[in-house]
């Protein structure tokens, strides 16, 4: 829990001026709320299945404490062949965790992930990371606000994307509880190139979502893309929304649907 003249700054252990993506893993949270993988617990990807790596629960308003005035740097340590660790990595955390006033920056991977659970999180930066900023799967149902997501070429992935990246479920697309957070007040800024970054956002496999109030500019791709029919089925459900939004760009040449 840091403050505005104290804040938390986990980064490499190299000099400053020598320090880079992937120089240290970084933050992962496990926490017992929901998730939808059967059995309602998981491991997280590239760990053991060993207990002290589980995560999930039936508890919705666990808590895991407090990330408030932090700030992670130079992370993304590869624990296996393609499969670096976020900034943040939440799994199963509950809403009555507090994450406020977080920056992640020049990580290998998403700035944070949430597998599953309610967390709630607000005033996060993310500068230079290599991956998305918002990436959310395995029923994720939380709440995120005051976002903003500037890329660079430095580093970045191809298949990065500028703002979202959510999933339900990566076997079975309408496993519940569904992927479903609501997002408020996000800007998410790509290079303008034709080499780096990716869409403005990826839904996909089945998930669900909302987002108001949100400007996505200068992805290599279409602004906004949906993957499937089991996505696209959420929009006549009222489960999926964009509304007082600006994804400026243009959809055509994609497999994007505007």
Same mark, same amino acid.
């Given at each position: 829990?840091? %403050? %505005?003249?104290?804040?938390?700054?986990?980064?490499?252990?190299?000099?400053?001026?020598?320090?880079?993506?992937?120089?240290?893993?970084?933050?992962?949270?496990?926490?017992?709320?929901?998730?939808?993988?059967?059995?309602?617990?998981?491991?997280?990807?590239?760990?053991?299945?060993?207990?002290?790596? +589980?995560?999930?629960?039936?508890?919705?308003?666990? &808590? $895991?404490?407090?990330?408030?005035?932090?700030?992670?740097?130079?992370?993304?340590?590869?624990?296996?062949?393609?499969?670096?660790?976020?900034?943040?990595?939440?799994?199963?955390?509950?809403?009555?965790?507090?994450? &406020?006033?977080?920056?992640?920056?020049?990580?290998?991977?998403?700035?944070?992930?949430?597998?599953?659970? %309610?967390?709630?999180?607000?005033?996060?930066?993310?500068?230079?990371?290599?991956?998305?900023?918002?990436?959310?799967?395995?029923?994720?149902?939380?709440?995120?606000?005051?976002?903003?997501?500037?890329?660079?070429?430095?580093? $970045?992935?191809?298949?990065?994307?500028?703002?979202?990246?959510?999933? @339900?479920?990566?076997? @079975?697309?309408?496993? %519940?509880?569904? /992927?479903?957070?609501?997002?408020? @007040?996000?800007?998410?800024?790509?290079?303008?190139?034709?080499?780096?970054?990716?869409?403005?956002?990826?839904?996909?496999?089945? /998930?669900?979502?909302?987002?108001?109030?949100?400007?996505?500019?200068? $992805?290599?791709?279409?602004?906004?893309?949906?993957?499937?029919?089991?996505?696209?089925? +959420?929009?006549?459900?009222?489960?999926?929304?964009? &509304?007082? $939004?600006?994804?400026?760009?243009?959809?055509?040449?994609?497999?994007?649907?505007?």
């Amino acid at each position: 829990d840091g %403050t %505005t003249r104290r804040p938390i700054v986990m980064t490499s252990a190299q000099k400053v001026g020598s320090r880079a993506q992937r120089d240290w893993g970084s933050l992962v949270v496990f926490g017992r709320a929901p998730i939808n993988e059967p059995g309602g617990q998981a491991y997280l990807e590239g760990l053991p299945a060993q207990p002290e790596y +589980q995560y999930g629960g039936t508890d919705p308003h666990d &808590d $895991s404490g407090v990330i408030r005035f932090v700030r992670l740097e130079f992370g993304g340590f590869e624990i296996e062949v393609n499969q670096e660790i976020n900034g943040l990595t939440l799994g199963g955390v509950g809403d009555a965790t507090v994450i &406020d006033h977080l920056q992640v920056h020049m990580n290998k991977d998403a700035g944070v992930e949430f597998f599953g659970g %309610t967390a709630n999180a607000k005033h996060l930066l993310f500068t230079g990371l290599a991956d998305d900023p918002l990436d959310g799967d395995l029923g994720w149902q939380g709440k995120v606000q005051f976002v903003v997501n500037i890329k660079s070429n430095l580093n $970045s992935e191809g298949d990065s994307n500028i703002l979202l990246e959510w999933d @339900n479920h990566p076997q @079975n697309y309408d496993y %519940t509880p569904r /992927t479903n957070p609501q997002v408020y @007040n996000a800007t998410g800024v790509g290079t303008g190139t034709s080499v780096t970054g990716n869409y403005g956002g990826n839904l996909r496999r089945g /998930t669900a979502g909302k987002v108001y109030n949100a400007i996505v500019t200068q $992805s290599r791709r279409a602004p906004i893309t949906l993957r499937d029919t089991a996505t696209l089925n +959420q929009i006549p459900a009222g489960e999926l929304i964009f &509304d007082n $939004s600006i994804l400026y760009g243009s959809f055509e040449g994609s497999d994007a649907y505007p």
